[in-house]
Structure formats: C-alpha cells, structure tokens
C-alpha cells in the first residue's frame, strides 16, 4: 500500500525462517562449516542429517519437505531422522542413492560393520599413526591426532592405539572416531 501511495508498482515479499546449520546454532553457511551441500556426495549429506538433534530435525521437516509434522512426532526419533536423511538425498540423488545410503548407514552405524567404500592408504616405510592421520588428511593437524589417540578414538583392526609412535606392522583397517576409516597397505 504504501508503495502503492507513492506511485511505485506494488511488491509482495515473502520471508522464510533461516534454517541453522548442522551445529543447531547459527544459519546454515559454508563458511560457519555448518552446511550440507546439494553437490555433497549421498554418503555426507545423509551423515550429516543424521548427527543433528532432533529439535533441529522438526525443524528441517517442517521447512524442507512436505510430511506431515505430526505423523514425524509420532515416530521414533532415530527413524524420523533417518526418514528426513532418506527425503533428502532422495532429491538431489535419486531413490536408490537414498535406498543404499540409509542401509549403508545402517549397516556400519548400527551394525558396527566397516564401509564397503574405503579409502586405500600405502604407508610409506617408518610412516608413525601421526603422519598416517596427516598424509591421509583424517585429521587436520599434529593436536588432532594426538588429541584423539589420548581420548581413546583411533583404532587399528578393533584395537585402541594408546602411543604417537604406533607403526602398523600388517594391512589393516584404520578407524578415527564413529565415521572415518582408512584400509592400511603395508
């Protein structure tokens, strides 16, 4: 109206909630890291919808799709989640790619079993589990590394490493925290 009164053509605006991040704090941005990428691979978007909270996943629902929000309450709060991962992928990549990425999901998460996609690594001769985490870029820095090993994260073949020094002797599978793995080549 007031456009209107200054003789300007009327506009209609329309404004929208902003949908936070993965971190269930500030506004979805690449550059908070706290985004999910419509050309992120089906395997990341569908991990990351999986680890936010489930006040954030009402949320999603409610601004990213069409379900019925009261239907989702009454489902169980891993298999809403696990619902909206599936929605999603499922509309930059397809219903199979939604279809294997909750198994997949299933099967290493629930199932405790090693990913069927996983990186091969060649350590070179000497290389410690520090310059392994570097080299193969599962961790960012030294601190990392170090900080995880301390904490009890990082396993070689389902056995904790408690020294910096670790030096794999045999092929194996490498695992950082619940979602990184890494096949050892000697």
């Known amino acids: 109206d007031i456009q ?5 053509m009327p506009q209609v605006v329309l404004t929208m909630p902003l949908l936070e991040g993965i971190d269930g704090v500030q506004k979805m941005s690449k550059s908070y890291g ?3 990428g419509i050309n992120d691979p089906a395997g990341d978007i569908f991990g990351k919808l999986m680890s936010i909270s489930d006040e954030l996943m009402l949320k999603y629902y409610t601004l990213l ?3 019925n929000l ?3 309450k009454l489902m169980h709060p891993k298999e809403a989640k696990m619902r909206l991962a599936e929605i999603i992928v499922e509309q930059y990549h397809g219903r199979d790619a939604a279809v294997n990425q909750r198994a997949e999901f299933a099967r290493v998460f629930s199932q405790k079993e090693i990913p069927r996609d996983v990186q091969v690594y060649t350590i070179k001769h000497g290389q410690d589990i520090l310059a392994i985490l570097i080299c193969a870029q599962l961790v960012k820095s030294k601190n990392e590394a170090r900080r995880l ?4 994260a990082v396993f070689f073949n389902n056995q904790k490493i408690a020294s910096e020094s670790f030096t794999p002797a045999q092929d194996g599978i490498l695992k950082v925290g619940a979602r990184r793995f890494l096949k050892i080549v000697v």
């Open 34 to 36: 706290n985004y999910i």
């Open 70 to 72: 009261e239907a989702v």
């Open 65 to 67: 799709t069409d379900e």
């Open 149 to 152: 090993i301390a904490q009890g």
């Open 4 to 8: 209107k009164d200054y003789g300007q």
